[in-house]
Antibody, heavy 127, light 107 residues
Framework: QVQLQESGPGLVKPSQTLSLTCTVS??????????WTWIRQTPGKGLEWIGY???????YYNPSLKSRVTMSVDTSKNQFSLNLSSVTAADTAVYYC???????????????????WGQGALVTVSS | DIQLTQSPSSLSASVGDRVTITCRAS??????LNWYQQMPGKAPKVMIS???TLQSGVPSRFSGSGSGTDFTLTISGLQPEDFATYYC?????????FGQGTTVEIK
């Protein structure tokens, strides 16, 4: 079964770039039914969807973060990555990678949900 | 963005109780609504998709209903392992959004 695992620095200085990688195991990242997704969680704002990347490199970012977010995919390594630039303390959060799985409902429309998720990576922004 | 408002924010209940959590969307999302359970220190886990479809392996005491703007998650016969935080999430459009969460605590 598919599993995801985040990796990257746990501490980032203000104004620098946060970089995380998600490694997919147990299945291929080249999948037409999967949107590889980043989500973060803070006590104050709850769960916030950052965006997703498709295996061919197509992306969609949350407009609230779009100016600072870049996602990429490395199909040879079965990995996808997140870069968040110009970070501040407000970007301190647990960052999750997840699969946004799209399945065809019997009624002819597509149903999506997040699963599986990585275990989460706490990233603290502090000098 | 579509706003999802959950109520209550927290509730206290006893083992065996029937618990209902509601989620209201700021506009119609048809049935593009999922429910997740999050245990402390763990990632959320999908319980219900498409408003009412129970995910594989999820106990039948969990059920979901609703369409349009009003949705409900019901736990019939609360078990000790059900004490957690529950989130609704819409997939009607991007950006995907979540409710603020409902924490179910032991009374």
């Amino acid at each position: 079964q598919v599993q995801l695992q985040e990796s990257g620095p746990g501490l980032v200085k203000p104004s620098q770039t946060l970089s995380l990688t998600c490694t997919v195991s147990g299945g291929s990242i080249i999948s037409g039914d999967s949107y590889w997704t980043w989500i973060r969680q803070t006590p104050g704002k709850g769960l916030e969807w950052i965006g997703y990347i498709f295996y061919n490199g197509n992306t969609y970012y949350n407009p609230s973060l779009k100016s600072r977010v870049t996602m990429s995919v490395d199909t040879s390594k079965n990995q996808f990555s997140l870069n968040l630039s110009s970070v501040t303390a407000a970007d301190t959060a647990v960052y999750y990678c997840a699969r946004d799985l799209s399945t065809l409902h019997s009624s002819g429309y597509y149903v999506n949900w997040f699963g599986p998720w990585g275990q989460g990576a706490l990233v603290t922004v502090s000098s | 963005d579509i706003q999802l408002t959950q109520s209550p924010s927290s509730l206290s209940a006893s083992v065996g109780d029937r618990v209902t959590i509601t989620c209201r969307a700021s506009q119609s999302i048809r049935t593009f609504l999922n429910w997740y359970q999050q245990m402390p220190g763990k990632a959320p886990k999908v319980m219900i998709s498409d408003a009412s479809t129970l995910q594989s392996g999820v106990p039948s005491r969990f059920s979901g209903s609703g369409s349009g703007t009003d949705f409900t998650l019901t736990i019939s016969g609360l078990q000790p392992e059900d004490f957690a935080t529950y989130y609704c999430q819409q997939t009607y459009t991007t950006p995907r959004t979540f409710g603020q969460g409902t924490t179910v605590e032991i009374k």
